[in-house]
């Protein structure tokens, strides 16, 4: 115990995200069958808001250093502007910590003011941290080049006059994003059109009008009006179907399903269908979701497909299929989990095949397992949302944003997202409601 009492702060921090992190993989793997599924994401949540927080508070320690520390030391002597600023910092990154914690306490028809200035603040940590490392690395690259060059003295000299303008810049920078990912955030998605040929696809079904959303994000910074907004606009369109591919809320049917009422307004006539995304597994409530969606008249496939006629007595008709989210079998939610072969189970090889899948590396494997597969519809990337997680986005996922050509007859298309997860902004990304025109070749 004296022993660990010797070690640094950022050392004890990063021993508690380690212990955080073990227990997180011991639910999630020894305690799952001895646990009932809304008890263990209740346990998830709580251990995954203590995981980020204790890693954030890394952060949080290297920002108050060079926000706090470095620009205190080299104003002087303490004064009443360097107590304000101080007391400005502490606010902002305890803003940013409690974020997470809107997710369990402050969800409601409607966000809370206090949820969107916290998720306002967590983004802008996100972007502060990301500029204060980068400009600290370019900071130490020069000391580095600058010492084995021999100019070690005037280097240390240089380096010390540079360090305060390189954090104001940092935090000028933060400010100048924050203001064009809020703005940028707050408008109303835009209208993409794009036409893609189906493979298969019966001459009748040319021009066909799909409309794809995914990636609402119903929860703390998400509400009823935005939604609203969003049925508006698809309405005006006059689709023929409507697909939300994963991601439509953040928390249980008790918590939301009032602010999911404007969702009965669409009534393409050949349908809406939905699949589940990882988030709503985090719910711990995806059957009472699917039952309250039926009640808005909104097909689940779940693991399922359904085929899609201009009538009744047609005998021209499409497989639109939906597997579950991968995350599923990850978080060992009983019942669920993609598969591939029983989402298409009925689907004639003859036939055009639509599938819908929430995550890219989800749409990967379906085509590995099925080449015949026409078009897959995913998400969840939301274009990266903000810089500089757009770079953690790209690089994690096989299909970042846009259309995509695999093979000869295949296409994949990822939508950036039709709102915003948890910040509300958007940087280098858009939002978007997506217009498919489906074309017969």
């Known amino acids: 115990m004296t022993t660990f009492g010797k070690l640094s702060v950022e050392v004890k921090v990063a021993i508690a995200s380690g212990v955080v992190f073990f227990s997180m993989f011991i639910s999630r793997t020894f305690l799952t069958e001895n646990v009932d599924k809304v ?24 920002i108050w250093k060079k926000t706090v520390v470095t620009l ?11 107590s304000c600023w101080k007391c400005t910092v502490l606010l902002f990154l305890a803003f940013a910590h409690l974020s997470y914690f809107t997710l369990l306490y402050l969800v409601s028809e409607e966000p809370y003011t ?21 400009f600290g690395c370019i900071e130490q690259g020069y000391s580095l080049l600058a010492r084995r060059s021999g100019k070690t003295l005037t280097a240390a000299a240089g380096t010390s006059k540079c ?11 933060t400010v100048a994003l924050t ?26 079904f040319n021009n066909l009008k799909l409309v794809l959303l995914a990636d609402i994000h119903l929860g703390a910074t998400v509400g009823k009006s935005k939604l609203a907004m969003i049925v508006r606009m698809v309405k005006d369109l006059q689709p023929d179907i409507v697909v939300i591919a994963g991601d439509l809320t953040d928390s249980p049917v008790a918590s939301l399903g009032t602010a999911t009422e404007p969702l009965r307004q669409l009534q393409p006539r050949m349908g809406t269908y939905f699949i589940t995304g990882n988030h709503e597994y985090y719910t711990a409530d995806v059957s009472n979701w699917f039952s309250h969606l039926r009640s808005l008249n909104i097909q689940s496939l779940h693991n399922s497909n359904a085929r899609v006629s201009l009538s009744r007595d047609s005998d021209e008709w499409l497989c639109l299929a939906g597997v579950d989210d991968l995350e599923a079998r990850l978080l060992r939610y009983s019942g669920h989990g993609m598969d591939l072969e029983k989402a298409l189970a009925g689907c004639s090889p003859d036939r055009a095949i639509v599938l819908l899948a929430h995550q890219p590396l989800a749409a990967k494997k379906a085509l590995q397992a099925r080449p015949d597969i026409s078009l897959i519809l995913s998400g969840h990337t939301h274009g990266g949302q903000i810089f500089p997680l757009t770079i953690a986005a790209y690089l994690l996922n096989p299909f970042f944003s846009g259309l995509y050509k ?19 902004m958007r940087i280098a990304s858009r939002a978007e409601i997506t217009e498919i025109i489906l074309k017969s070749p």
């Open 179 to 204: 203001c064009v990912g809020l703005l940028n955030a707050a408008r109303p998605p835009a209208l993409v059109h794009v036409e893609i040929p189906v493979h298969k696809l019966p001459a009748s």
């Open 163 to 173: 360090a305060n303008k390189k954090v104001i810049l940092a935090i000028g920078v």
């Open 114 to 134: 206090f949820s969107l200035i916290a998720y306002t603040c967590l983004g802008s940590y996100v972007i502060l941290l990301f500029f204060l490392f980068t």
């Open 72 to 82: 205190c030391r080299a104003s002087g002597p303490a004064s009443y502007l360097t």
């Open 406 to 424: 695999v093979g000869d007859r295949s296409f994949v298309y990822v939508t950036p997202g039709t709102m915003y997860y948890g910040i509300p």
């Open 39 to 62: 008890t263990r994401a209740k346990l998830f949540r709580f251990q995954f808001l203590l995981l980020v927080n204790c890693l954030m508070l890394l952060g949080s320690l290297y």
